[in-house]
């Protein structure tokens, strides 16, 4: 390159690339700090699972940008995902087809919502026995237990014993000074626990019968005046 193409006379430019290059250094300019982004951009929404959509695959962003407008890079590798060029999510670019994938850090926090979203449904299905649920309910508080823990396995044996069974033993549990789901599970099991009455003695075998010598009793203490 040195001894014949850079010195050899081009025939278009009549002149040799080294003395073109000369003229030409001085109007070069410095490489970028950073490399050239060469992804291709993809302008999508967010929707509702604060997932975004592309070649069938999902996915996620930080749960708060979920509706939101979000620019996708898109790299052999790799998938950049940025709102208002503020990078949010970036996963490893997956070539399979329908498959979803969420980060544990963006999962979290909709799983904590979820959580207590479900704990409020089972304290207002409890609220809904009756006065006794506010009672038991500052009476697990009184004791310094998990309130949520133990409400949510009283309403696990309501379909097990019903309404009438629950009120009754949350009754009986305030009463007694019981606070606690294991008490509740106690008392149900207690009341519902089938008492087996004893049946008669069928012996099939003459072998089984009982040999039994019974002394006859003694008339003469009839004769006693």
């Known amino acids: 390159m040195e001894n014949v193409a850079n010195v050899r ?7 040799s690339p080294l003395e073109m290059f000369e003229a030409e250094r001085t109007a070069l300019q410095p490489l ?25 695959n999902k996915y996620s962003v930080p749960p708060e940008f979920a509706g939101w407008r979000v620019e996708l890079g898109i790299y052999p590798e790799t998938i950049a995902i940025r709102c208002d060029a503020r990078l949010i999510a970036e996963h ?8 979803d994938y969420g980060l544990p850090e963006h999962d979290k926090v909709l799983i904590e919502q979820r959580r ?60 007694a000074g019981a606070f606690g789901s294991d008490y509740i599970a106690n008392i149900l099991e207690a009341r519902h626990r089938v008492s087996l009455r004893p049946g008669p003695l069928h012996l099939s ?6 040999d039994l010598e019974i002394q006859a009793p003694d008339m003469d203490a009839y004769d006693v005046n």
């Open 92 to 99: 490893a670019r997956s070539y399979d087809h329908n498959r």
């Open 116 to 175: 207590k979203a479900k704990q409020g449904i089972i304290m207002k299905q409890f609220m809904e026995l009756g006065p006794v649920a506010e009672t038991y309910y500052q009476g697990i508080r009184t004791r310094r237990l998990n309130p949520a823990t133990h409400i949510r396995k009283i309403m696990a044996l309501l379909s097990i014993y019903g309404s009438d069974d629950i009120i009754r033993a949350l009754e009986d549990g305030a009463e």
């Open 205 to 210: 075998r003459k072998s089984d019968y009982l």
């Open 32 to 56: 970028p700090l950073f490399p050239y982004d060469c992804g291709v951009i993809v302008r999508t929404r967010v929707n509702k699972q604060y997932r975004v959509v592309f070649e069938s």
């Open 9 to 15: 006379v081009h025939g278009t430019t009549k002149k």
